[in-house]
């Protein structure tokens, strides 16, 4: 039979065990360190889908609708010309342009590629021009005034967005300049909320431009290489010898588009 003695320093030693039982600090830790970063997760999901869900609302207004099919005449500074579409000149001639950048008129028989392609050097107008043809926007930049972080942000707006393309354009009068068919928008800041309303207003908009639906894929060989396009050359003046009309003022001045 135990005695007392022995019971009480049984309890004793048990109670040591139990006292030498350190409190899972790391454990702990780990546990709530996980609880933290889900919520850190789920709260800047919440912020990022509370920002697109406003940013989405304020564009709402310059989203083409049967009501108002060209949202771009809200836009403050846009201008809008009119052009005949489908008139084209031979990859050896030059329009003279009578607006820098040109965003209408005649233009290449080929197209630039424009499924969101950003292009690191100054290319051709006249390929460029018939791209807006096709509903493409084309976002077009100083690129002695735009750099950095700017620029990286106008990029993002553009790589990999069907119907945009982006480039540099030498000698242009503002930091950088949108165009759609018909219409353009000088800006002074790569941040103006103008950028995004213009975007939303006018990319494939098929209300504003001749040729709802062309492609704007690359043509490749023979036509138009992306890796290597047609370089920029600026317009020359209106009536310079062996330049083209930007409007066709006489049968035979351009060819007439055959469908491309």
């Not at 242009?172 to 165009?179: E, I, K, V």
Request: glycine letters at 10%; proline letters at 10%; a negative charge.
């Amino acid at each position: 039979m135990v005695s007392g003695k022995n019971s009480k320093a049984v309890r004793n030693a048990r109670a040591a065990v139990v006292a030498q039982r350190s409190t899972p600090w790391g454990l702990i830790a780990a546990v709530v360190a996980v609880v933290v970063f889900a919520g850190a997760v789920f709260g800047y999901a919440y912020v990022q889908g509370q920002e697109n869900a406003g940013r989405l609302a304020a564009l709402a207004p310059f989203t083409p609708t049967a009501e108002n099919p060209d949202p771009s005449t809200q836009i403050a500074g846009v201008q809008v010309v009119e052009y005949s579409g489908g008139q084209h000149v031979a990859p050896s001639e030059q329009v003279a342009y009578t607006q820098s950048p040109p965003f209408g008129g005649a233009h290449d028989g080929v197209w630039a590629a424009c499924n969101g392609v950003v292009y690191d050097r100054p290319v051709r107008s006249e390929n460029l021009v018939h791209s807006l043809e096709h509903g493409a926007l084309w976002i077009s930049y100083n690129p002695d005034q735009v750099s950095g972080a700017a620029l990286d942000a106008l990029r993002a707006k553009v790589d990999g967005q069907q119907y945009m393309v982006m480039s540099p354009y030498p000698g242009l009068d503002t930091a950088l300049s949108l165009q759609s068919w018909g219409h353009q928008l000088k800006l002074a800041d790569a941040a103006d909320p103008r950028v995004d309303q213009f975007v939303a207003a006018l990319r494939a908009n098929r209300n504003t431009h001749p040729e709802p639906g062309a492609s704007c894929a690359e043509v490749g060989p023979g036509g138009f290489v992306r890796a290597d396009p047609p370089p920029f050359a600026p317009a020359p003046a209106p009536g310079a010898p062996g330049s083209r009309p930007e409007t066709a003022v006489a049968t035979g001045t351009v060819a007439p588009d055959t469908g491309s």
